[in-house]
């Protein structure tokens, strides 16, 4: 399901010991493990290997140009990500800043870093792809006023 989300600004909820800050290539790995460690075995890659491939195409620009995208870090440890592109190259997908990803680690869920990455974007209007099955992923974006269409 694809949701939208006009620019309305969200005030950042402040997160002690987690800093923001934009991706670079160098993060790759790092940045593969948490995004295969962060969901289910095969909901986005079926093996680390895979994973790894997968943000080493979204550096690439496989997926679009990365614009708006921010890591959380706790202390010196990746705990989030959120990577959005300028456009998706998928013919479903509305003509603006598109959120390819969205994870936290699981030892670091329900503590407000996906609401503090999300908010980093609110400012422009962004879409997004999820499994409406997804109530906790639902309720976020919700949150944020997305809606469907």
Not at 58 to 84: C, H, K, M, P, W
Not at 102 to 112: D, I, K, N, Q, Y
């Amino acid at each position: 399901m694809i949701l939208h989300r006009p620019a309305n600004a969200v005030p950042a909820p402040a997160i002690p010991g987690v800093v923001l800050r934009p991706p670079a290539v160098t993060d790759t790995e790092a940045l593969g493990r948490l995004y295969f460690e962060s969901y289910d075995p095969g909901v986005a890659s079926a093996t680390l290997e895979e994973a790894l491939e997968d943000i080493a195409l979204t550096f690439e620009n496989g997926y679009g140009v990365l614009t708006l995208s921010q890591l959380a870090l706790a202390g010196d440890q990746l705990v989030g990500a959120l990577l959005v592109v300028e456009r998706a190259p998928w013919p479903d997908t509305p003509d603006c800043p598109f959120v390819i990803e969205l994870f936290t680690a699981r030892s670091h869920r329900r503590r407000g870093i996906a609401r503090l990455l999300l908010s980093t974007c609110s400012a422009v209007t962004v879409a997004l792809r999820v499994d409406p099955g997804n109530a906790p992923a639902m309720q976020l974006y919700r949150s944020f006023g997305f809606q469907e269409g």
